[in-house]
Each structure stands twice: as C-alpha cells, then as structure tokens.
C-alpha cells in the first residue's frame, strides 16, 4: 500500500487450528489471520470441515479475543518502542485515539510505551507505531523474538 508516496509493507500474523465444526462436531480445519493493510487492521477466519464439507468465512467488527489470544500464543508478542526525547502529551494524544482509553488508563499506557513494555499482537503494534510515526514521534514494533 501506497501511503503519500510511501510504500507501507502489510504486516500480518495467522494460525491454522482445529476446533469443532459448527455443523457436524467433528474436528475441522480452521485459518486465522489479522493483517495491517495501508492504515487499516483487518481480520479474517475461515473453516473447511472435511467431514460434513461445512464452510465459513467471517471477517466483521474488533478481533475476536479467541484469535488474539492464538495468535499470541503462536507467535508471540510484539513490542511497542518509543524513541526519546519524547513528546509526553503528544504520545498520550495518539494512545488515547487509538486505544480508546479514558486519561487515567492512557497514563499507564504511556509508562508501558515510554518502558517498552506495551505489546500485542505485531500487527496491531505495528499500526500503533505507523499512528506515532504520522505524529512526529519515533516509535517502531519490535517483532516477537523467535524460541
């Protein structure tokens, strides 16, 4: 994707998983991904159940949580990094539009960005740092570090 000239690389995670069909209860095969395209996280999940020939895809709203956390466990967190000097209130304005937090929770989210110790899934830190960047402020995500 093209942002003002610029190319910004999509940066995805996905998992493939068996849970139970929907359908039949039998195992399926199910593939999960979140993906940051342009300036946009999108996520998606589909299913294919070899026993009954079930299928769905679904793709609408927040990440479900079930996701997140397999995505998570799968690849790990990654990290969000906020280069100094660095614009207190100008961090927080950005947290706060993002993150949707009131200003007593955006205060502990700009000690855990200011510590390196705010992460997530690496495409939804990467978008973080993308809206940082945009401001002026010198931030980055840290993928994961590989066991």
Known sequence: MSKGGVVQQVVLASIRYFAVCRDCAAQAEWWGVQA???????????CLCATCGFAVAICDGDLPAHLRNRLLAEHGHATLRVAPPVQGAKVMRVLRAELGLDLTDVRAALERALTGTHSGTLPEVEHLARRLRASGIDATAEPPTVA
Do not use: A, F, Y
């Not at 395209?37 to 589909?46: C, I, K, Q, T």
């Open 36 to 46: 940051l395209v342009g300036d946009e996280l999108r996520w998606d999940v589909e």
